[in-house]
């Protein structure tokens, strides 16, 4: 009788040190921490190049968010993205949104460049200062035409 008093005792000790292990893992890794929700911003681009959902929104290069999706306004006739940002990370009302590539040819991103306002931009808010995309057949096409009609 001892010795099942003793496996138990034993048994418990081993499950109490399983679920310590697994709570300091979960803890460790992020997935129990309180964190905010990331805030929905938007913005409107003429032309959006090869921008992908799930690409990465930098600010000073360091990435503070991702593109959730991307549409068409038919009102004004451009594109839609729509991003979700790093709660810890408030931009000024006046900042501009810009398509950058990551390389000559590499991946696209919306790089965030913050202004001087005091009012900071609040969730579903619109990014009002946008650049497009800069698309290099679109250059290309534009010098060869330029060189033929100074022929």
Do not use: W
Not at 6 to 26: D, K, N, S, T
């Amino acid at each position: 009788m001892d010795l099942r008093r003793i496996e138990f005792a034993v048994g418990i000790v081993m499950l109490c040190g399983i679920a310590a292990l697994v709570v300091a893992g979960l803890r460790g890794s992020g997935a129990l921490t309180a964190q905010a929700a990331p805030y929905p911003l938007h913005a409107r681009f003429e032309h959006i190049g090869g921008l992908r959902p799930q690409a990465p929104v930098k600010a000073a290069g360091v990435v503070v968010g991702r593109v959730s999706a991307i549409g068409y306004d038919i009102t004004p006739g451009v594109a839609r993205v729509d991003m979700t940002i790093d709660p810890r990370c408030r931009f000024p009302a006046d900042t501009r949104a810009s398509i950058r590539n990551a390389g000559l040819l590499g991946e696209q991103h919306i790089a965030l460049s913050p202004g001087g306002d005091v009012r900071l931009l609040a969730g579903d808010d619109t990014v009002s200062r946008t650049q497009s995309a800069l698309v290099l057949e679109d250059l290309i096409g534009r010098l060869l035409y330029d060189k033929a009609q100074a022929r």
